[in-house]
């Protein structure tokens, strides 16, 4: 291995023809879809808002006036920070992060009994449950979500009809719809790192320490827990890292008065047309994500490969 | 050193569903002595450990540890330790950490926790590994952290779920002897489950044999070899040769037996056997290889039994004749070597003998398949 090299070996292991294809699918895939896109729009984010006429003429030039823009705001206003924008930025990180804790409250129950029972019918019947309802597209679930958490939704119907209020409460303005639409978006993205990697956790183990006198919480604080490190870490990457940059359900089901920051980038790439403006948006969201994401695994001492679980 | 707690499984049935795991078992065992469960796969060993355990409850019946009603008790409340078949060591807690962890669950600090750690990898002659991570020992040393893990709770009574059958020969040897070098230390009792016959008879004190979820015999290592009250155990247990037949006459707890092809044999009854054998009975007959002898005097009647030799095998200790007998079956001789030249070769017609004292007659049964 080590004397023949990694590139020798790949082709010696899948043939010429099958290691050229692979080499190449991964190599367009890597670089035509990922890299040169966000090559392109950091470029963007650098440049000046121009009318297309002077775009390559001489006032075309590197300029970090969007990232300032998002920290100070417009030149000239009162206020010394981008207060607004700053605020949006820090609730959606915040937000995300909740939704995050929310799905991995409700899903670890769930990836456990899933993964620690026998793989019976029933399980096999209730994942099934919980992926059928991704057969419907995004936009019509959180419509869906949308009237059921509406003023007179089945929600609302349903707590008055039970007396517990006496008028509606607003779902919607309180954000509710909007934590409960996105928790529930990625709920499968939560629950099967977990699940998998638990069906892989010997139930020996979990019997040993009960036999230990072990009380429940013990067991999984010190067994199953740190056993599914892996597969939680993953699961909450992909949660965090997609509710920060969910469009769809903050449109639809935010309150009127709490923007999501990608609504934001939306809105300066789209009626704005400032793409710049938006460009230099996006990558401080996508930055600072990963920047959170990276210390959480250091604080969690969890190491990059197990991400791939 | 504790004083041992008696275990005593009174009418204990367990069912799943429809099948029945466990039949009617009655078992005694006394305080601070080394009893095995012994049988073949799926005969419910397991299924046993886990009832006195606490994992699972018996469908009827009792199951009383020190003389206490186990009912309603749960694996975390009974004073039961169970040393699992795959070990089931925590993989990511350190070896002085699996050790103490039912210190951990008591508590107990984590200096206190270390020190007694330390005492045990002593015990288990791991000193110094206490750091290491579970899956950075041999087999052998993983072995005796389960059982230091195990009796760190300072249980009553120890449970063992096969533990030695994933080791290879030599090491499985040399665990046995100290297995039962620390049971003998510690004074508590252990229950230990295996298929092997050899290393119920070499560790325990009691043995009950099962089969397909009946116990068909509890005693001593002696009595069960010895005197089987069961086809099934004379055949499980070590090497018999068994002879088909009807009983013709019974005296004195001896009978006569006419087989099918070696004519009338004259035996032992079976211990267990004793007083529900009647003349005319269909019986076994059990003879071990080392009972079995070239006879002297080929002439007298009786207690002869007439075969061709159609291989021999030499081990050093003993050589084995294998010679044909009922049914296609063959009648295996084993002769201690002393040097002698041998009297046995190929294709010769042989007339062996027995003691009939050593030779056990039992009512028709089932026997063990090989
Ligand atoms: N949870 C269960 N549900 C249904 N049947 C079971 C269950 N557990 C065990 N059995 C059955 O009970 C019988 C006895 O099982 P048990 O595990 O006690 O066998 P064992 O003697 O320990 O065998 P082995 O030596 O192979 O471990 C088997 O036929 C098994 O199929
Ligand atoms: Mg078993």
Not at chain 2, 110 to 135: H, N
Request: glycine share 10%; proline share 4%.
């Amino acid at each position: 291995m080590k004397s023949k090299g990694f590139m020798t070996d790949f082709f010696e292991r899948n043939g010429l023809a099958l290691g050229l294809y692979l080499v190449l699918a991964v190599g367009f895939w890597l670089v035509i879809l990922i890299i040169l896109p966000q090559l392109s729009m950091l470029d963007f984010s650098f440049r000046h808002h121009l009318p297309p006429p002077e775009m390559g003429g001489p006032k075309d030039v590197y300029t970090l006036e969007h990232y300032k823009f998002l920290v100070l705001g417009a030149q000239g206003s009162d206020a010394s920070y981008n207060v607004v924008d700053l605020g949006v930025f820090a609730r959606t990180l915040f937000a995300a992060l909740f939704v995050t804790l929310l799905d991995l409250a409700l899903c670890y129950p769930l990836a456990y009994y899933l993964g620690q029972s026998n793989g019976g019918g029933f399980v096999r019947v209730l994942v099934l449950l919980l992926i059928i309802p991704y057969w419907v597209n995004e936009i019509l679930r959180a419509f869906a979500f949308r009237i059921i958490f509406g003023d007179s939704g089945v929600i609302n119907e349903m707590l008055m009809s039970m007396g517990v209020i006496d008028a509606p409460l607003d779902f919607i303005r309180e954000n509710i719809a909007l934590y409960s639409g996105l928790g529930y978006a990625y709920i499968l993205l939560m629950i099967f790192p977990i699940y998998n990697v638990i069906e892989s956790l010997d139930r020996n183990q979990i019997e040993a320490a009960r036999d230990m006198g072990s009380p429940w919480w013990r067991i999984h604080w010190r067994i199953v827990i740190p056993y599914a490190k892996p597969g939680i870490s993953s699961g909450c990457t992909m949660v965090f890292m997609l509710s920060a940059g969910a469009l769809a359900a903050p449109q639809i089901l935010g309150g009127p008065s709490s923007l999501w920051f990608t609504q934001i980038i939306y809105q300066w790439f789209n009626q704005g047309g400032n793409w710049p403006r938006g460009a230099a948006y996006a990558i401080v969201l996508l930055s600072v994500c990963i920047i959170i994401v990276l210390s959480m695994m250091r604080l969690f001492k969890v190491k990059m490969g197990d991400l791939g679980k | 050193m504790k004083d041992g707690v008696s275990i005593e499984l009174q009418d204990v049935w367990i069912r799943f569903g429809d099948f029945v795991a466990v039949r009617e078992a009655n078992v005694h065992i006394d305080g601070g002595s080394f009893f095995s469960f012994l049988g073949p796969s799926g005969c419910g060993k397991t299924t046993i450990l886990r009832s006195v355990s606490g994992f699972l409850d018996p469908s009827e019946g009792k199951i009383l540890i020190g003389g206490k009603d186990m009912a309603g008790i749960g694996p975390n409340k009974r004073p039961t330790a169970l040393i699992f078949q795959n070990l089931a060591l925590f993989p990511l807690m350190k070896v002085w950490e699996n050790i103490t962890f039912s210190l951990e669950v008591q508590g107990v600090g984590k200096a206190a926790r270390r020190k007694r750690a330390d005492e045990l990898l002593d015990m288990i002659a791991l000193t110094g590994q206490g750091d290491k991570l579970p899956s950075e020992l041999s087999g052998g040393q993983k072995q005796r952290v389960a059982i230091a893990r195990a009796l760190c709770a300072e249980p009553d009574v120890l449970l063992l779920d096969e533990p030695l059958s994933a080791l290879d020969l030599k090491l499985r040897q040399h665990m046995r002897t100290e297995l039962r070098q620390i049971q003998k230390r510690v004074g508590i009792t252990f229950i230990y489950i295996t298929h092997d016959q050899g290393e119920a008879l070499t560790m325990s004190d009691s043995i009950a044999v099962m089969r397909h979820g009946i116990i068909d015999q509890i005693s001593d290592g002696e009595a069960i070899y010895d005197d089987p009250a069961t086809p099934f155990v004379a055949s499980f247990v070590g090497e018999n040769n068994v002879f088909r037949g009807k009983v013709k006459s019974i005296d004195n707890g001896m009978a006569v037996v006419a087989t099918n092809r070696t004519g009338d044999l004259r035996c032992r009854i079976g211990t267990a056997a004793l007083g529900n054998l009647q003349t005319g009975d269909d019986a076994m007959v059990f003879i071990r290889p080392e009972a079995l002898s070239i006879a002297a005097d080929a002439t007298d009647a009786g207690n002869h039994i007439k075969a061709l030799v159609i291989n021999e095998e030499f081990e050093g200790l003993a050589y084995h004749v294998f010679l044909e007998g009922d049914a296609g079956k063959e009648i295996k001789m084993s002769i201690t070597n002393q040097g002698k030249a041998r009297e046995t070769s190929m294709n010769k017609e042989l007339v062996l003998e027995f003691n009939p004292e050593q030779a056990i007659v039992l009512p028709f049964g089932e026997l063990a398949s090989e």
